[in-house]
């Protein structure tokens, strides 16, 4: 290469790479004790970047929010991945215990996740991140519903599996709100997935889950007597 020539883009790209991931790391150290304690000042300092090296790569303070759930998101699909999820009920009820006992283990973090989704003009990236995993769980029943038979007919997919990610971080927020303690979590979880799929479920399968919800809401009546 001459003197003065322009260094390949893919050296430049690389450190950009790079400080990309330390800025990502570091945020996620930051969130982990809850939204507030991530300011660009303590990021910088954190990742040992300069300001503009944020703005440069996450436009701003909630891009650099985003891009970290967004990886959180994708890491968790990557490790449901290694045994992917059948469809049936049992398969997604040990899901949910999976996934609360990850909620619990990073309690800060995951309050983060759930005051992003209920934010006032969440970004339509940001949006389809955030319901990834929950989306995922309830469009593997409806296929495999269907697949077996007893997937009701002419459905709304799309319309259905975004009412249950909603309900679903409905649920999560009232746990964030400490409306629901700990240990009601995932039955709460389970029962909220249980109303979605009987609605659109047909035959006796919805007479199974019917009952199954009959179950859950028994199991969380005495749950409720025994907390108070």
Not at 54 to 65: Q, S
Not at 67 to 88: C, S
Not at 109 to 119: E, R, T
Not at 200 to 224: I, P, W, Y
Request: include cysteine.
């Amino acid at each position: 290469m001459s003197k003065g020539a322009a260094r390949p883009r893919i050296y430049a790209s690389d450190i950009m790479a790079e400080r990309q991931s330390r800025i990502l790391r570091a945020a996620r150290e930051l969130l982990s004790d809850g939204e507030a304690n991530l300011t660009i000042n303590r990021l910088c300092q954190r990742a040992d970047v300069a300001a503009r090296t944020v703005y440069r790569a996450f436009g701003d303070r909630e891009g650099v929010i985003q891009a970290v759930i967004a990886e959180h998101m994708e890491a968790i699909l990557a490790f449901l991945a290694v045994a992917p999820l059948k469809g049936d009920i049992d398969s997604i009820f040990r899901e949910y215990d999976w996934i609360t006992a990850e909620l619990f283990r990073g309690a800060a973090f995951a309050k983060v996740i759930v005051g992003f989704y209920f934010s006032q003009n969440p970004r339509p990236e940001a949006l389809a991140s955030l319901r990834s995993v929950a989306y995922h769980r309830i469009t593997a029943w409806m296929h495999h519903a269907a697949e077996q038979g007893y997937l009701a007919p002419a459905l709304d997919r799309e319309q259905i599996a975004l009412h249950q990610v909603d309900t679903e971080y409905v649920q999560f927020n009232k746990w964030a709100a400490g409306q629901i303690p700990e240990y009601r979590v995932a039955d709460e979880l389970k029962a909220n997935f249980l109303m979605t799929a009987i609605i659109a479920s047909r035959g006796k399968e919805r007479d199974r889950l019917t009952n199954l919800l009959a179950d859950a809401h028994a199991r969380l009546g005495a749950c409720a007597a025994v907390g108070e």
